[in-house]
């Protein structure tokens, strides 16, 4: 579990674990991973960069929850925001898939779940590395879905709208600073459902993933009907 610590990957790490999964959450930093194992969210954690993961245990589910937005317009939009943009939200995901499948097509049983975005569906105006980087990683899930389709495996998506996270108060934060107006309340207005989502309704829309045999290469938004 990539990114377990905070946010949508460690509502994913609770979710797992009360259904019966042994949880390893991953991320950079050591405090957070730390307090969801004593928390009970998680069993073990490893400190490390999802691009170049330590040594992994054995698994069954790998989730994919890392991830990161840097809001510029694209005109201050330099190549390194773009290569960042990648890492966090492709790469970090390509690097630990591949450590993770070949137990899996071994095993004959594995589940890979990406956490993407809306982002991966549609356009947002000043996010462009982002919303480049969600795409693709919609686009590695296809694919990928497709070559492990004959051996147990699936890989899919779940594609939340604005949800309840840190990355999201830093968003928000923004605007409030730039517009003086409330910067949650602008999110929310941009939802049909006029609201803001939960980690938890993310982490069980990634529980159906992994209970779905015949669910493959999918994007299932949680969204409101936004997307």
């Known amino acids: 579990m990539s990114g377990g610590g905070t ?3 460690l509502a994913c790490a609770r979710a797992l674990t009360a259904a019966g999964a042994r949880v390893t959450v991953l991320g950079r930093r050591e405090a957070p991973l730390r ?16 691009c170049a993961p330590p040594p992994l245990p054995a698994c ?11 809001s510029a317009p694209f005109l201050r939009t330099d190549d390194a925001a773009f290569r960042a943009a990648l890492d966090a939200n492709l790469l970090s995901a ?8 070949p137990g899996m097509a071994a095993a ?12 991966s569906l549609k356009g947002y105006a000043y996010v462009v590395p982002y919303v480049a980087a969600k795409h693709a990683l919609l686009g590695f899930t296809r694919a990928l879905a497709l070559e492990v389709a004959r051996q147990g495996v699936t890989v899919n998506c779940v594609c939340p709208g604005f949800t309840e996270t840190p990355l999201l108060e830093e968003s928000a934060a923004r605007i409030t600073q730039k517009t003086g107006k409330d ?5 929310a207005a941009s939802n049909p459902q006029n609201r ?4 938890e309704e ?19 938004t949680v969204s409101g009907g936004e997307v």
């Open 7 to 9: 946010g949508i990957g």
């Open 35 to 50: 307090e969801a194992v004593a928390s009970g969210a998680a069993a073990d954690w490893l400190a490390g960069d999802a």
């Open 60 to 70: 069954d589910v790998l989730v994919n929850a890392a991830g990161a937005a840097v």
């Open 94 to 101: 390509v690097a630990l898939t591949r450590a993770a499948l």
């Open 108 to 119: 004959g049983w594995g589940r890979v779940v990406n956490v993407a975005s809306t982002a």
């Open 183 to 187: 910067g949650r309340a602008a999110l």
């Open 196 to 199: 803001l989502f939960t980690p």
């Open 202 to 220: 993310v982490a069980e829309a990634v529980l159906f993933l992994c209970g779905a045999p015949g669910v493959n290469g999918a994007a299932l």
